[in-house]
């Protein structure tokens, strides 16, 4: 089985697809992020669905792949006895229809080349119904029907779906692969090279706007392409990764469906797209935001549904075999109901940002929203959560939740002071005073040095990074500096940051992981905060290495198989990778709630964008 870093994504801004350097697409849900895999194998075998394109008899990768300039089209080619051949997948940007491209193209001499395409809807468990037609295929079971159109001759043999032909140098034979409704006609048909063409124009004029600067311009572009890959282009949702249980350690258990989209990365979210100079992805985001999170404050949830659904039942899948025999395979997600309060500071402080990204006088309408969720947050911040991590183990009152309640006092507080909105601002300004004292006097441990994951614990956390970055105590304060040696020294696995131990059990899962890659992020930025540049900029561009060939991370790394883990590519790997990236770039640290410093049109555009857009006012 393929390793997972050697998987490239291709996706139309709906959906996405992942496709192996072996030229095998074994991963793809129709027609949105969260629908039922059609092509399955990632989790299980061929069997489970997939569509296989490379030159005959090979049993190897790829000579080379890229994506083609600054997009989301992907290029494999194949050197082999006779000559060379490139395949070009891709997914264009959705309008009324779903299509998957893939062009033949000949380089050199003659390939003989062989299509496999196995459909299997509902997770590999649905045989379609196949018929032939004027251009290729349809394939029909229950509510989805699938259309293979290609002008080289097809054959059917066990309920799979076989090509062979031969492709000569200037020659380029097309694959497009539609999706419909079984009960709406058949979709139009398309021309892929005009297909091609449209894409190709869109990402790059996508990314065209982005103004990024310095010797880190690449990765961060390429995480601005991922992210924009994993955005679901309807209602402006992100989803964590464009996958289910991929494991975070090899054979165990700890599989997670991370199809939906968790309020926690807003703050991130925002900051990197604003500061890249994305306003109108910003909007879209904080309008989806707003949306999911609008109702009774106590029933916030930590992860919502691509359209804002907030039910999101856990289930295991017991057919298929999981990625090398990790199992269950997951659909869904439990932690969806858990208390979390860290989620309400996270929340307040993404809105907090995108109002001092805001030109002077723009009118915060999401106010009233804001003070219903510090409301609740006055009577729960002192009660024990599931914190950051999602813990399935029992509640704790874990520090990282405590200054994230500070922040969401501390940003209201500053809504009220800088820009004017009414609040309780003497209130709201002594309960964050209230706060901090009480995360000084019972999450930090003086023997250790340091901060520590819950209050009486002396367990470390990662989390415990994020102090200086939202402002709870000053990057150089003598207990930032203390806690970032002390998870150096205790809580690293080949110089890379672990969440927390998992030997420890509180988390009530068994099994292990690998190093969590948004952590070694973090540790970046509190490094270059503490003024350790140097460290910081060594272990950011260690961290680059751990990209695969193509420039995507999943979730995890494991320093002793030297492979990605867990789901992928995964938005919190890429998220810090372009914030730490344009620190570095600015020579300091910055606060979460404060807007980086961009190229001075990019601010103007930008400012000019918020001003008019009623999604950001």
Known sequence: MARIEDYALIGDLHTAALVGRNGSIDWMCLPRFDSPACFAALLDSPEAGRWLLAPK???????????????????????????????TDFMPVRDDAVDLVRIVEGLAGEVTMEMELVLRFDYGTVVPWVRRSKHGISAVAGPDSAYLTTPVPLQGRDKRTFSEFTVRAGERIPFVLGWAPSHEREPRQIDARRAFETTQSFWIDWVARSEMQGKYKEPIERSLITLKALTYAPTGGIVAAATTSLPEQ????RNW??????????????????????????????????????GDPAKLQIVYGLDGARRLPEAEIPWLSGYEGSTPVRLGNAAAPQLQLDVWGEVLDGLSLTRAYSPPGTVDNSWDIQVALMEYLEGAWDQPDNGLWEVRGPRRHFTHSKVMAWVAADRMVKGVKTSGLPGPVQRWAALRGEIHADVMSKGFNQKLNSFVQSYGSTELDASLLLIPRVGFLPHRDPHVVGTVDAIQKGLTDDGLVLRYNTASGHDGLPGDEGVFLACS????????????????????ERLLTLRNDVGLLSEEWDPRSQRQLGNTPQAFSHFPLIHSALQLHHGEAHHSDTPMHRHKRTQQEGAATLRNDPRLR
């Open 57 to 87: 008899g090979a049993q190897g990768n790829c000579t080379r792949r890229r994506y083609r300039e600054d997009t989301l089209i992907l290029e494999s080619e194949w050197e082999v006895d006779g000559g060379a051949v490139r395949v």
């Open 250 to 253: 090899i054979g165990g258990p």
């Open 257 to 294: 469906d991370y199809r939906y989209c968790w309020l926690r990365d807003a703050t991130l979210t925002l900051q990197s797209l604003l500061a890249a100079g994305y306003t109108e992805e910003a909007a879209a985001w904080r309008e989806w935001l707003l949306r999911a999170i609008a």
């Open 521 to 540: 992020f973090w540790m970046v930025d509190a490094l270059l905060g503490v003024g350790r540049t140097a460290e910081a900029t060594s272990l950011f």
